[in-house]
């Protein structure tokens, strides 16, 4: 657990003014993690995001990236992704062949915070050039310019990946996984998820308790009748419906029991807990 006095300095903060005047994407702190995230920018340390589906990681670094005032650049992993898709390539533009820098290399060169959502699925190539980034080098090589680029100050490589439904030939290298400051992320606490939920949804707080509470017995048939527990982010769709004013029940099963599973025996026990929570 974290401790108190880390916990107080983020806890519960809310959308305030962001360094570049704009407003902060809203983010409840779960524990300590934008302290460590904080220290880890301050001393141009990497950071792994670990966590299940929807849980708020792309959130988290949206609002640390706003905090602060660093350019965000987000990029989806997929097993296609080259490495010249994230450095760059040269190009054909108006007859003549220019170089055009890929995400990674503008934020290197920028002082830009870099987010590699997915890193699991991304080719050995890519993580291998990761490497020189990502220790005390902080350098990026682009061979085909033969350029050997130093991270502006401010650059910060961050990345994420759901370990619970990765193939297990699709986990980080030691080599690669030890490069990183890692935080472990999972679904918010009761409370807090009722915090976050009503915050997005704008649905009133005694209506998403009772929504919380069945993501809770949801979250509880992991690994028996259901691959993955039901994500916050389903929570806030439901919450969303009904705060337009769909009936609850329709906003529960088109939000979070559909897409939790095809099986209409497994739908039909969900149902049944619907039924435990809501009467
Ligand atoms: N702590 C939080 N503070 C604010 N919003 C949150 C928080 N946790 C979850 N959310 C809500 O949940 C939604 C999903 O979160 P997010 O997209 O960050 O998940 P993720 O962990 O990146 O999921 P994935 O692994 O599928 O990309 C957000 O859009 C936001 O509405
Ligand atoms: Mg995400």
């Known amino acids: ?39 880890a920018y301050a001393n141009g340390l990497p950071v792994l995001l670990k966590g299940p589906t929807g849980c708020g990681k792309t959130r988290f670094v949206a609002h640390m990236a706003a905090r602060l005032g660093r350019k965000l650049y987000t990029v989806a992993c997929h097993d296609d992704l080259a490495a010249a898709d994230l450095i760059g390539r040269y190009l054909l533009k108006g007859g ?23 890193v699991v699925e991304a080719r050995k190539d890519v993580t291998v050039v990761l490497h020189p980034l990502t220790d005390d080098r902080r350098t990026l090589p682009i061979d085909r310019t033969s350029e050997e680029l130093a991270a502006a100050p401010g650059f ?27 935080l472990e992320f999972d679904f918010p606490a009761p409370k807090l998820e009722t915090e976050v939920v009503a915050e997005e949804s704008g649905l009133d707080r005694e209506r998403v308790a009772a929504l919380v509470r069945l993501a809770g017995k949801l979250r509880a048939l992991k690994g028996q009748d259901l691959e993955e527990g039901v994500s916050t982010r389903l929570v806030v769709y439901a919450a969303t419906l009904i705060a337009q004013g769909m009936p609850v029940e329709r906003a529960i099963r088109a939000a979070m029991i559909e897409p939790l599973t095809d099986d209409e025996d497994v739908k039909r026990g969900l149902l049944d807990l619907v039924t435990a929570v809501f009467g």
């Open 1 to 39: 657990m974290p401790s108190p006095r880390l916990r107080s300095k983020c806890d519960g903060r809310k959308c305030i003014p962001g360094k570049r005047g704009g407003r902060r994407p809203f983010y409840l702190s779960q524990g300590d993690e934008c302290d460590v995230f904080e220290a």
């Open 96 to 118: 003549e062949t220019v170089w055009v820098d890929g995400p990674l290399t503008r934020a290197v060169r920028e002082g830009a915070i870099c987010y590699l959502d997915e």
């Open 156 to 182: 910060m490589l961050v990345a994420s990946y759901n370990p619970g439904y990765q193939n297990i030939l699709k986990t980080l290298k030691p080599s690669t996984r030890q490069r990183f400051i890692s």
